[in-house]
């Protein structure tokens, strides 16, 4: 029970780290990045890369990734966001699913069809705490997700940048005349969401293989997740994100692991038919 | 202060703009009064760079800033408080006003001074400080929209119908203290449907109508124009 509701919960984390980074460029941009969930798996294959073939230690191998990512970050805006920016929503949003193809089929390419088993840095070793024992990469993602979680709120409520990143994704226009350089905030937005899909493909690879297609479907959860907790919410993101995990692996221990998938979106089906701002969507505030 | 030159804007193929001339001088509230669609927010936009000029020209003191990125434009002086208030509603009032400090503000330079003022022109804003903005009546954010701009430290005040939205006693107060920050120096450019008050507060005023300046004069001898009456004052 406890193993089942960590795994759920440590599950739950990484389909909240992608969420969030879904939903700090819709809310900035108001674009739905489908490519979030390939960014994800470039950051897992960059650092076991780094790892296994260039023999890197562990954690610098974290580190280069979610830098490269970030670099990654600047790059895709400038190639598949600045460009379509004053252009319809579902044009930037093809685009952005032009990226995951992109992304996928070059990760085919580059690291070949092979899943990759990339152990994290405690390899295998549990935890027993009490009778009972818990896989340690499981404890990891929690306790990385959570501080993740902690730095963003600071980063956004009390940084002098984070507040003008705040004000562009509000209102573009009115944040250019406070003379805030909003392409260079959206670039920052970019930049963090990727380096978020980097933490969640080092995180999460120990616990998946790390393939050409794990992005394809973590995209999917996290984006349903998304709409769960109320879309456009960081805090729906998150907690959407980690319902969801939870209840994945109790949908498959009890009920059948082949359906495991079916269970998340008939739960999204159903948000989206009785509740559809989300389980823990914000009330509609404008105000005119 | 302001030298505004036979700028042509265009929507598309629409002319918005027709050679429109204009100019602020130190120390003035200058307003421009018109019609609905008329132009007139067309014509901020362009002061403050919002929006693209076909020709002409815009001087702010003495340099021209026809291509200057609107962002650019605030931190020499240039603040504009925009059609339908436009506060950042997910940010607290207190945020609000930090945010309009963004374009001299270096690091964590103190911001009191600047707060104490506005907080004495706006004491509403004072009590609502932690408040986030959405959940303001339109009256306070449009006190708070005029005390972001103010945060900025502006030479120039590009105002677009501030009293939009607003009960006659709040417009009143509004334009008490648009009259105060004229006393403690600020230029203002003003943009108004309601004519009447505008042109009580202004020193002059120009009247345009589909894209064009069609009058300008002061602002009492506006007020009692035949064609001003008629047209805007209600006959």
Redesign the interface.
């Known amino acids: 029970m406890i193993q089942l509701l960590i795994s759920g919960l440590a599950m739950g984390s990484i389909y909240a780290l992608v969420a969030l980074g879904i939903v700090v460029i819709a809310n900035a941009v108001n674009v739905v990045n489908f490519a979030q969930g390939e960014n994800v798996m470039l950051g897992a294959y960059v650092a076991a890369t780094l790892t296994l073939t260039l023999h890197l230690p562990i954690l610098a191998a974290y580190a280069i990734s979610i830098i490269l990512l970030a670099l990654y970050g600047y790059i895709f805006q400038k190639v598949a966001y600045y460009p379509l920016r004053k252009k319809p929503f579902i044009t930037v949003v093809v685009a952005t699913i032009g990226v995951s193809m992109f992304l996928k089929n070059a990760a085919r390419i580059v690291w070949g069809p092979q899943p990759i088993y990339f152990a994290g840095p405690f390899g295998e070793s549990m935890i027993r705490v009490g009778g009972v024992s818990i896989n340690a990469q499981n404890i990891l993602i929690i306790v990385v997700t959570l501080a993740l979680v902690v730095f963003q709120h600071f980063f956004f409520a009390k940084t002098s940048l984070g507040r003008q990143m705040q004000a562009t994704a509000q209102d573009q226009e009115a944040a250019t005349l406070m003379g805030i350089k909003v392409s260079r905030m959206i670039a920052f937005t970019f930049i963090y969401s990727s380096m978020l899909a980097a933490a969640a493909g080092v995180l999460l690879a120990p616990i998946f293989y790390v393939s050409a297609d794990m992005g394809a479907n973590l995209g999917l959860k996290a984006f349903a997740a998304s709409i769960i907790g109320g879309f456009g919410s960081v805090p729906g993101a998150i907690l959407g994100g980690l319902f969801l995990g939870v209840l994945e692996i109790f949908a498959a221990a009890y009920v059948s692991s082949l359906y495991k998938d079916a269970f998340a979106f008939i739960v999204l089906i159903l948000i989206l038919a009785f509740m559809p701002r989300g389980l823990f969507g914000e009330k509609i505030s404008t105000k005119v | 202060m302001l030298k505004v030159s036979n700028i042509e804007v265009y929507y598309g193929k629409i002319r918005a703009l027709n050679s429109v001339s204009l100019s602020v001088k130190q120390g003035e509230i200058v307003t421009l009064i018109g019609a609905n669609g008329a132009g007139k927010t067309t014509v901020l936009r362009s002061i ?1 760079g ?1 929006q693209r000029l076909e020709k002409g020209k815009i001087e702010f003191l003495g340099k021209d800033v026809s291509i200057v990125p ?3 434009l ?2 020499m002086g240039l ?2 408080v ?1 059609e339908g208030r ?6 607290t009032v207190y ?1 609000n006003l ?3 400090a ?2 001299w503000r270096k690091g ?1 330079a103190c911001l009191s001074g600047d707060l104490e003022n506005i907080y004495e022109l706006f004491p509403r804003l004072k009590e609502r400080s932690k408040q ?1 903005a ?3 009546s ?1 009256g306070e954010q449009q006190m708070l929209a005029i005390g ?2 103010l945060m ?1 430290r502006p030479k120039l005040l590009l105002l677009d119908e501030p009293s939009l ?1 607003l009960s006659p006693v709040l417009v009143e107060q509004v334009f008490e203290v648009l009259h105060k920050i004229n006393g403690q120096g600020v230029t203002m450019l003003l943009v108004e449907q309601n004519a009447f008050m505008a042109l009580d507060i202004a020193h002059r005023g120009y009247v345009i109508e589909n894209g064009r300046i069609v009058l300008t004069d002061t602002a009492s001898a506006l007020s009692n124009d035949s064609k001003v009456k008629e047209a805007y004052l209600g006959g």
């Not at chain 2, 436009?86 to 940010?91: A, E, I, K, Q, S």
């Open positions: 403050s919002l609107a962002e650019n605030v931190g603040a504009h925009p436009r506060v950042f509603p997910g940010l945020e930090e945010i309009g963004t374009s964590k986030l959405w959940s303001l339109g972001r701009a900025a939205g």
